[in-house]
């Protein structure tokens, strides 16, 4: 592999000539920038970004995790980061975490293996304990979507347990009384966050919840559907759902028309996260806003802000941001919107 001493011997330079060349110096007259970039294009020489990082102070990199490639959430997620990398002039290195602890752990320290400075994580199945263990030794680790006490300043949340109150209240003014919950089976927090905020809202209507009307699966199409089935089977008795994304909404939704039972007419039908395909499916999804696009965004700058003190072009400062989220050692704390369409 050519290097950069082997340019410079080549165009009769110092390997310093051919750093100032590379990092577009002014230093570097007009005649000998040409002849290098001339080696540099016959040669078929592609400067090594992570090598340039260590002594271009204005080349960063975020490292990004998310669980799975296929689901939108992540998709938006990432083009939320794509935006502050864009205006950062920052390079991004995207890696799958998986469902284990062990495989997103992995994806983490492979990222820091390459010479990753920030790292925005949106991690489902690490522990607390090891994800703190990696944010103490790593000043650009950011969670998104996950708040851990320890290492608040690193997190950048929702608040899941009013997305569950807002869906569940919501439900209940249009006349609802027996709303069965789908949950999500990962062992995180958010799930159990958002049936306590459902729960809630029965208890601020004094309206009882039936606590056998919740079907866990995967939190995906797929998942919905089967837990939709599972509460058809077991005879539970309910005229509307609360799910915990809009894909097992889409899943419930489906599996309800199969068995004959019209949405919203029958059965209201609530998803969470107001995905793209929420205003595109039939009936349209009444949802819960996440704002994850502008979430990763924040976050984004905060691990940015925490390596080397950038400041995004729009409004971002060490005190706050332009949209009212307070940033560097306080809460990034969003909350939900409902979204009302067709299925409820």
Known sequence: MLTIRDIATLAGVSRSTVSRVLNNST???EETRLLVKKVMEEQGYRPNVHAQSLTNKGAKTIGVVIPEMLDPFFAT????????????????LLAVGGKTAETELAAIHNLVRQQCD?????????SDEQLVSIAERLPGFVLVNRYIKKIASRCVWLNNKEGGRLAAEYLLK???????IVASNFGIADPQQRIAGVKQAHIEASVPHNESAIAIAHPNREGGALAAQKLLLTGQCF??????????AIGVIQTLQENGIKVPEQVSVMGFDDLPIAAYCTPR?????????????QAARLALFKVQGFKAQEGFN????????????????YQPVLVVRESG
Do not use: F, W
């Not at 249009?174 to 069965?180: D, E, F, H, R, V």
């Not at 005229?239 to 097992?248: E, I, K, P, T």
């Not at 060490?318 to 050692?329: I, L, N, P, R």
């Open 285 to 297: 999804l009444t949802t819960i806003r996440y704002p994850i696009e502008q979430m990763a965004a």
């Open 174 to 180: 249009q006349n609802k009384k027996a709303i069965a």
């Open 27 to 29: 230093s570097v007259n």
């Open 239 to 248: 005229d509307a759902v609360v799910c915990y994304n809009d894909l097992m």
């Open 318 to 333: 060490k005190t706050g941001a332009s949209d009212g989220v307070q940033v560097g050692e306080s809460r990034q704390d």
């Open 77 to 92: 997620m990432s083009a939320g980061i794509e935006k502050i990398c864009q205006q950062s002039k920052t390079h991004i």
């Open 118 to 126: 920030a790292v925005v994580v949106h991690a489902k199945v690490a």
